[in-house]
T-cell receptor, first 113, second 115 residues
Framework: AQSVTQLDSHVSVSEGTPVLLRCNYSSSYSPSLFWYVQHPNKGLQLLLKYTSAATLVKGINGFEAEFKKSETSFHLTKPSAHMSDAAEYFCVVSDRGDYKLSFGAGTTVTVRA | DAGVIQSPRHEVTEMGQEVTLRCKPISGHNSLFWYRQTMMRGLELLIYFNNNVPIDDSGMPEDRFSAKMPNASFSTLKIQPSEPRDSAVYFC?????????????FGEGSWLTVV
């Protein structure tokens, strides 16, 4: 069985400051982990994914995430927030060999000018 | 490559009417998912197809909901009769392969309002 916990339902940052979105997971097997972003009235877009290669994963728009097996975490970061980063972010886990995805509840990011 | 294509993007219908949502997955993808997103429940998997065959429909809320995939490039989700509580965003998604490592690509969603 697999599950995801996003530790913050809402994060507010100032433009130009770092962003940290926290995600913890549980997985019975080797997991694949994803971060998706959803802008208002849009679908989900893949930011990045981890599938057992490098533990530090770089994604689009300057985002990156680090897989830490010992902490069962996959936190998403960006060094400098932009106004266009205001959106909802979902952490997602999938067990290797399974078709199902488990979604976190989402973190809403607000960026202040 | 075109992404997952959904239609209609927005639908407003009266209670009791039939609603049909359509999806064209990415070419070459053999897994297709229908999800429903609401504020209260987040993203819920409704049904999963692999190679056009329904594998898991345990998330389909009730008999009013049905889904088909007559071929590799087309799927429908039908609600008959529709009810106000069906108002939600319905996403279709597809992936190559059936297992965890491959990326799932989402369509832009169908925004359904039942009045």
């Amino acid at each position: 069985a697999q599950s995801v916990t996003q530790l913050d339902s809402h994060v507010s940052v100032s433009e130009g400051t770092p962003v940290l979105l926290r995600c913890n997971y549980s997985s019975s097997y080797s997991p694949s982990l994803f971060w998706y972003v959803q802008h208002p009235n849009k679908g989900l877009q893949l930011l990045l994914k981890y599938t057992s290669a490098a533990t530090l994963v770089k994604g689009i728009n300057g985002f990156e995430a680090e897989f830490k097996k010992s902490e069962t975490s996959f936190h998403l970061t960006k060094p400098s927030a932009h106004m266009s980063d205001a959106a909802e972010y979902f952490c997602v886990v999938s067990d290797r060999g399974d078709y199902k995805l488990s979604f976190g509840a989402g973190t809403t990011v607000t960026v202040r000018a | 490559d075109a992404g997952v294509i959904q239609s209609p993007r927005h639908e407003v219908t009266e209670m009791g009417q039939e609603v049909t949502l359509r999806c064209k997955p990415i070419s070459g993808h053999n897994s297709l998912f229908w999800y429903r997103q609401t504020m209260m429940r987040g993203l819920e998997l409704l049904i999963y197809f692999n190679n056009n065959v329904p594998i898991d429909d345990s998330g389909m809320p009730e008999d009013r909901f049905s889904a088909k995939m007559p071929n590799a490039s087309f799927s429908t989700l039908k609600i008959q009769p529709s009810e106000p509580r069906d108002s939600a965003v319905y996403f279709c998604a597809s992936r190559r392969g059936g297992q965890g490592a491959s990326t799932i690509y989402f369509g832009e969603g169908s925004w359904l309002t039942v009045v």
